[in-house]
C-alpha cells in the first residue's frame, strides 16, 4: 500500500555533484534508480517541481524537464490535484514475502484469551484530553532533562492512590514509572540479583513466562504450587529462595485471593529469610462481593516491592506501570531503567497523573465494574446450566475464572475442538512452569478471561465450550 | 504539597467487620490510623459523606458522625465548597528525607549540555493533535492485541521516510519501534550476543555510557580512535571486533563526519570479517551547507543495522525510536522487546505515523533547522571573535560542535570555572572511553550542544568560556 504523504511528502535525498555533468540528467538517473529499488513505493507522491528545485538549488525548469521525462519513460503518473506520483513498475525481482500467520481455523466467536480488559470501553476521549492537557501545563524544562525515576507528578499521584486505595505506605520516592509489569519486573529482578538475591520463586501455575524474565535478569527460578488458598508458603520455605513473585489480590491464573493466614506465613517467611515479596497487585480494582483486601506492600513496606500498571484498568496500548519499592532498591531499580531506555514517555506519564487527579480514572473503574460485574453474573449462571454447580471458580475479583474440567477430560482436546468452533481459550496446564515436577495431581480446567468478551459471546462460548467437552468426554 | 484529587477523590480503603463491634467505630479507628500513618496526606481531600457511606454500605448518619469527631479531633478540617480535608499533624517520627541535589554554583545563564533539542520549539499542539487522531482512528483490538514489533501502520512510514530521506532501503518487516536509541541499541546488542558477536567495537571519543550499554547485552566494548575523518577502519581491522556502532553522519561529539573512503573501507571490513555495523543516524536531519549523505543502511542493507529515535527531531519527552535491521536479527530485536517491556505505547506510535504522515513532521524539522542554522551563526562568529578562526570544527551539520583550546589548557578546569560563571559546558575528556589507554594524545576542547540556548544566550556563554580560558591559560 502506498504511503499517503500529504502534500508533496518529506524531501527526497537527491546529491547533486556540481562538476560532474548536467544537473538534470543526475537528477533523472537517481529518481529513476530510487524507483527501480522501489526506494519511492509505487503511488507515493513526488515533491512538487517548485519544492525539489528549491531543495536542490536548480532552476523549477530543470526539474519539470526530469518529470517530464520520467513520465514520458513510465516511471511516474500524473494526475490533476494530485501531484506527480511513482507509477507501479512490473516486479524485477523476488519481491519480499509477507511473513505467513497461522490463520484460526475459523472466525472467532467468543474469544476467553486471558488478561485483556474491555478494549471497548477504554476511556479514549479521556485520554486524549489527559495528552492535551499534558501538552498545555507541563514546563519546558521537562521536556528533556527526564528523570529516569519518572516525572514527580505522577509519582506523587500513584503512591497517594495506593496509600488510599490500596492501603499501601509508599511515597513519591520510593516510586519508579515504567512502561508496564514486565519491565517493572525485570528492572525488579535484575536489582535484587544485584543485592545477591539468586534464586526468585514463582507461582505454578502461574503467569506466563516470568520464568524466562526471571533468567534474562541473572535469577534462577523455582516454582511453588499454589493451592485453594493461594500460594503454598510450606513450599515456599523448602525452595531456599530469598524472593517470591505472587498475585495475592486475585492469582493468576487459579483466581484464588491469598488466605489471611498465609499473608502472615509470607510476612514471617520473609522476615526469616531476609526475603523480599514481589506484590503483582493484579486485578486488586475488580472486585465485586469480597471484602477489599489490602495491599502487602502496605502490611510489610521494608521488604515488599509491588508492581502496577493501567494495562488491565485502562488499556495495554497506554504502556504505563510503576515499582513501588524499599528505599534499598530504588536506587538500583532507577540505574536498570537509566540504563535500558531512559524512562516511560513523559507526556504519557504526567497524562495519566491528570487523569487520575481529575477523577475521571476512577469514573472509568467505576464504569467498567459494572460491566465486568454483568458478564460476570452471566459466566456464572451459563456455566452451572453447561457444566452443573460448582465448576466455576475464583469469581469474586478481577476478569478471568477458572472452569474445572471432568476428571479425566484432555485440556488440550478440548482447547482444540473448541477453537474448530469459534471458541479462543487455554487451558490451566498452559499456565504451568514448564521445568516443574508433573508429580502433583493436575485436575483439568480451562481459564475463561471475561474482559473483552460481550454477555451474547459469554453465552454462546460456552455452551460451544460444553459441547467441546461433551465430545472429549463421550464413552 | 497535598495531592488534588478532583471531587472526593478515588475510593478509600476501610475494611469493615460485621461482627466486630459498631461500624461507626471501625471507620473512625481505621481513618484515624490512615492519617497518623500519613498514608492519608496533610490537604488531601476525604470523600463526600455520601460516597463514603455508599461505598461501605452503611447509613450517611454514620459517616456523617465519623467525620465530626475526627473535626473534633482535629485530624480533618472542614471548608465549605471544599469538603472535608486531612489536617496537618505534628510530625510524630522521622520525616523522609527529600533526596539532596548537588546545587549549581550560580543559577545557569547558558546550557551547552549536549543533545538536548530546543525545547520551546518542540510541536506540542501538533503532537496533542496527532494524539487525538490516533485514538479517534486506531481500531478498538489495536488496543489491546499488540506486536511486539510496533504498528504496522509507524513501520511503514519510518521505512518509506528512511528510502526517500535518507536513501535507505528497509521495509516495514526489517522494523521495530522501541523507546528510543539506547533501547534499540540494547536490543539489537543482545541479539548479536546470541548470534555469537562478542565484542563491538565503539568511538573513542564516543556517546557517553554505550560501553555500559554492550557490557549489560553481553558483548564486551573495545574502543577505536576517532580522527578528522571519523572512525579509524584500520584500527578497527586490528580489534578483532565483528560489530562496530558509529555516528557516520555527524561524530558525536567531534562533529566529523564519516570520509567517503572511509565509508568504502567499513563496508569493505564488514563484508571481510563477516560483521555488523549499527548506524546511529544521529543528526541526519540537521544539515547547513554540507551535501547530504545517505544512510549506510542504504549501501550495505545486510550488514547494516539502522538506529534512529525522534528525541532529538521531537523532543526527548515522546520517547519513540527504531531499529531497521537486515532479516536474520528481526526476530531476535522482537523477542528482546516482547519480553523486556512488549513493546512502545500503541496510542503514541500511531500519533507519531500520522505525524509524519501529514507533513507536521517535516513542517517542523524546516522550522527548527532555520533556528539551528542561526544559533550555528551566531556561535561561529562569537567563536571566531572570542578564540580566532579555526578554533570550531563539526558544524556542517548537528546541533553541537568542538571548541579545541589552546594546547595545555585543562579542560576540567576551564568546565569548573564557567560552571561558576553560570555556564554548563563539557570537555571532550567527558566522552572519552574510560578504559582506552591514554596513549594518544588529547589535545583539550570543549563540546558545545546549542540546540537548547538562545542566540543571546550563546552570545553570553561563549565571553564567558573565553574568560574562563584566559584565566586557566594566564601565565
Known amino acids: 500500500m502506498a504511503v499517503e504523504w500529504a502534500r508533496g511528502g518529506p524531501d527526497l535525498l537527491v546529491t547533486l555533484d556540481r562538476g560532474a555533468g548536467p544537473l538534470g540528467v543526475q537528477i533523472q538517473t537517481q529518481l529513476r534508480a530510487a524507483i527501480r529499488a522501489r526506494r519511492l513505493g509505487a503511488g507515493e507522491r513526488l515533491p512538487s517541481t517548485r519544492r525539489l528545485a528549491e531543495l536542490l538549488g536548480v532552476s523549477r525548469g530543470t526539474v519539470v524537464d526530469v518529470y517530464e521525462q520520467l513520465l514520458a519513460e ?91 486505595v490500596r492501603s499501601g505506605c509508599a511515597v513519591a520516592e520510593d516510586a519508579v514509572v515504567v512502561s508496564g509489569f514486565r519491565q517493572g519486573l525485570a528492572f525488579a529482578l535484575a536489582t535484587l540479583a544485584q543485592h545477591g538475591i539468586q534464586r526468585v520463586a514463582l507461582e505454578d501455575p502461574g503467569p506466563r513466562e ?59 517467611w520473609a522476615d526469616e529469610v531476609d526475603g523480599v515479596i514481589l506484590e503483582d497487585d493484579y486485578d486488586a480494582e475488580f472486585r465485586y462481593d469480597r471484602q477489599p483486601v489490602g495491599s502487602l506492600q502496605g502490611l510489610d513496606p521494608a521488604r515488599v516491592i509491588a508492581l502496577g500498571s493501567v494495562s488491565k484498568t485502562l488499556a495495554p496500548a497506554i504502556r504505563l506501570g510503576w515499582v513501588l519499592a524499599p528505599p534499598r532498591f530504588v536506587a538500583g531499580i532507577v540505574q536498570e531503567q537509566r540504563l535500558s531506555s531512559r524512562g516511560a514517555p513523559v507526556l504519557d506519564q504526567e497524562a495519566l497523573a491528570l487523569l487520575m487527579e481529575s477523577g475521571r480514572f476512577d469514573r472509568h473503574l467505576r464504569r467498567v465494574r459494572e460491566i465486568y460485574r454483568a458478564r460476570r453474573d452471566v459466566l456464572a449462571a451459563e456455566a452451572d446450566l453447561a457444566f452443573g454447580p460448582g465448576k466455576l471458580h475464583g469469581l469474586a475479583a478481577g476478569c478471568h475464572a477458572l472452569l474445572r474440567l471432568p476428571d479425566g477430560t484432555s485440556e488440550r482436546a478440548v482447547v482444540a475442538a473448541a477453537a474448530t468452533m469459534g471458541v479462543r481459550v487455554n487451558g490451566l496446564d498452559h499456565y504451568r512452569f514448564a521445568s516443574a515436577p508433573a508429580t502433583e495431581p493436575r485436575p483439568p480446567a480451562l481459564v475463561l478471561g471475561f474482559g473483552n468478551v460481550s454477555e451474547r459471546q459469554i453465552r454462546k462460548g460456552i455452551r460451544t465450550l460444553a459441547k467441546a467437552v461433551r465430545h472429549q468426554t463421550a464413552p
Chains 1, 2 share one sequence.
Open 74 to 164: 513510465g516511471y511516474v503518473e500524473s494526475a490533476v490535484g494530485s501531484g506527480t506520483r511513482v507509477a507501479s513498475l512490473p516486479a524485477d525481482g523476488p519481491a519480499r514475502q509477507a511473513p505467513a500467520f497461522a490463520a484460526p481455523f475459523h472466525p472467532i466467536e467468543a474469544d476467553f484469551e486471558y488478561g485483556i480488559p474491555d478494549l471497548g470501553s477504554v476511556p479514549l476521549a479521556d485520554w486524549s484530553w489527559a495528552v492535551s492537557e499534558a501538552t498545555r501545563t507541563l514546563p519546558t524544562a521537562g521536556l528533556g532533562d527526564e528523570d529516569p525515576a519518572g516525572v514527580r507528578h505522577l509519582r506523587e499521584i500513584v503512591t497517594a492512590y495506593h496509600r488510599r
Open 210 to 268: 516470568h520464568d524466562l524474565i526471571a533468567r534474562r535478569a541473572g535469577l534462577d527460578p523455582v516454582p511453588v504450587r499454589v493451592d485453594d488458598h493461594g500460594l503454598d508458603v510450606a513450599r515456599l520455605r523448602e525452595t531456599g529462595a530469598r524472593a517470591v513473585l505472587l498475585t495475592p489480590a486475585h492469582q493468576c491464573p487459579t483466581g484464588v485471593a491469598l488466605g489471611p493466614s498465609r499473608r502472615r506465613d509470607l510476612v514471617a
